[in-house]
């Protein structure tokens, strides 16, 4: 409360139903000066003239619209608030309702009402029980509509702690309540995204887990989000590339633009992946970063695949209108993308976990059975120098001592894993002339000597004419001079990778069969996802059999010549 120049507080009274205010009246009667009046009307034509720090007045008076002209600030701010405020009495009638309020139908008029009564009720009994502590109520009720609404109710005390009225604030939460259910829904579908059942994965191969995972992230974007055209980009750490491992709806032609992590250049995928920052584009005509996903594209949205606070990705989405995406969309898919990055990660551990096993096992069986074996060698080593002369015994325990030892190896070489194929050069069958691979090209490219040379002469004896390369430069040199029937590569090489290679195979002949060779847990930009979108063939897991590589290249050139 401030005062004039002399000291002196300057009131204004309204006195309509002033009875209640006395004290306060006559307490400023006594320091300060006090002009009274008998309606608000009346105390806003005196204001006009006058300057007062203080007007006394009931809210029956201050909220009345009925012959009464608010200023122009009062009516323009009530006009503008985005929530309906009103004003009750006792019996559940409506005093007063700013024009929002007015706009609402008259179900939920007559429902906050209702309320309004309800709380002056309450309030009549706490004021008379606890009169300092009486404080507005909060409902919600949901429409016939569907519509979700939400109210603050307040009752108005006059200085005899009575209640007068109550004071309501009304708003429509049902889009925010929609947009927490879709949210909740999300979060929920981006769970199930990560909940990979331990017994149905342990039915699947590599290959198959990732059709799993590839079917949950495109069922759930398109039912949940209703994205139909969007890409998923993984950001290879060693190029600082982006490469598409996921796509739904976008041109085949975004596999071949080259987009690397960076401020410009790179399209607006590369700009998110640089700076981390989601980005709406409303208009792609307009956004120089644009670099075209689907045919007359007008607006898209692209956010950061974050894991342990790094980029790992990106996730873009198209529309064919403009302006299709919101701030609500953005969150909604950033959520979304949390769980897409944990499930794009847990398949490289689910990928590697035969590999890692397949040692961890060797290392427990070998502690289990050292001490055993090393106690057989030992006390058969002690027979032999006791039974001197008895040289039948000392044979049988030097078969004992040969057959630890023989034990104790093999065990040790079952359970460490393996970089080349199960069956070793020499356990290539011998030659015959297979009906489906006999006089056809293959190429074989693979780094490692040894996998070359047994893969080479498995396959020239069932009557194959095959051509190998050491690295991925040389594997390009040999498909751009010969014509092949079908291109086994591994996945990283020297020189070029094996995506390189199959771009190149696929670029000479769109026909040719390209399989995959790969250790476990090697897969880290996903080229495999890659590749089997644009017609891989099939993968073979390093260590693999034999019968197993026969029959994928059967299968793959089968299917090419039907």
């Not at 040790?412 to 069956?423: A, E």
């Not at 771009?503 to 040719?512: E, R």
Request: hydrophobic share 40%.
């Amino acid at each position: 409360m401030s005062e004039t120049d002399t000291g002196t507080v300057r009131a204004l009274v309204i006195r309509s139903e002033a009875s209640g205010r006395a004290p306060l009246i006559d307490w400023l009667s006594e320091h300060g000066e006090v002009a009274t009046v008998e309606s608000l009307e009346d105390g806003l034509q005196l204001m006009q003239k006058q300057t007062f720090d203080l007007v006394v007045a009931s809210p029956a008076d201050l909220c009345s619209s009925e012959g009464v002209a608010l200023p122009p600030q009062a009516t323009a701010i009530l006009e503008s608030v985005t929530q309906g405020v009103c004003i009750v009495e006792q019996g559940g009638r409506l005093v007063w309702a700013n024009p929002r309020m007015l706009d609402f139908s008259d179900e939920i008029r007559e429902r906050v009402c209702s309320l309004c009564a309800e709380t002056f009720s309450w309030a009549t009994s706490e004021s008379a029980r606890r009169p300092t502590h009486v404080r507005g109520r909060r409902f919600s009720f949901t429409t016939a509509n569907q519509e979700y609404i939400e109210l603050t109710a307040t009752p108005v005390i006059d200085l005899n702690n009575r209640v007068t009225q109550v004071a309501a604030v009304v708003w429509d939460a049902t889009q925010a309540r929609r947009m927490q259910e879709q949210i909740d829904a999300i979060d929920n579908a981006g769970r199930e995204l990560v909940r990979l059942d331990a017994e149905e994965v342990s039915r699947l191969n590599a290959h198959e887990r990732l059709d799993l995972l590839e079917q949950k992230i495109i069922r759930y974007t398109r039912e949940l989000m209703d994205f139909d055209n969007f890409a998923v980009l993984v950001l290879d750490k060693s190029t600082n590339k982006l490469d598409v491992v996921l796509s739904a709806g976008l041109s085949q032609d975004i596999r071949r633009i080259d987009v690397y992590s960076g401020g410009e250049g790179n399209g607006i995928s590369g700009y998110v992946a640089h700076t981390g920052r989601s980005y709406i584009c409303p208009d792609v005509r307009k956004d120089p970063r644009y670099l075209q996903g689907i045919p007359n594209a007008r607006s898209s949205l692209t956010i950061p695949l974050r894991l342990h606070d790094h980029v790992i990705g990106v996730f873009n989405i198209e529309s064919q209108r403009p302006a299709a995406f919101t701030e609500d969309d953005r969150q909604c898919l950033q959520i979304f993308g949390r769980h897409l990055a944990v499930a794009l990660h847990m398949l490289d551990l689910l990928v590697s976990e035969r590999h890692s096993t397949t040692g961890q096992l060797g290392v427990d069986v070998m502690a289990e059975i050292t001490s055993p074996l090393n106690d057989i060698l030992t006390i058969t080593s002690n027979l032999i120098e006791d039974y001197i002369g008895h040289d039948e015994l000392r044979h049988r325990l030097n078969q004992i001592t040969d057959n630890a030892v023989a034990l104790r190896e093999a065990i040790k070489t079952v359970t460490t894993p393996q970089r080349g194929l199960l069956s070793v050069r020499g356990g290539a069958r011998g030659a015959h002339r297979d009906p489906v691979l006999s006089d056809k090209r293959l190429l074989v490219a693979d780094d490692e000597e040894v996998i070359r040379e047994t893969i080479r002469d498995v396959l020239a004896s069932n009557g194959c004419e095959v051509h190998t390369a050491e690295d991925g430069e040389e594997a390009l040199e040999l498909i751009a001079a010969h014509e092949f029937d079908l291109v086994l590569s591994d996945i990283k090489m020297p020189g070029k990778t094996g995506y390189e290679v199959f771009s190149a195979a696929k670029d000479s002949n769109p026909d040719c069969p390209v399989i995959f060779m790969t250790g476990f847990g090697y897969d880290p930009n996903h080229t495999i996802v890659r590749a089997r979108r644009e017609g891989l063939a099939a993968v073979l897991f390093k260590p693999f059999k034999v019968d197993q590589l026969l029959g994928e290249i059967r299968s793959a050139i089968r299917a090419t010549q039907t």
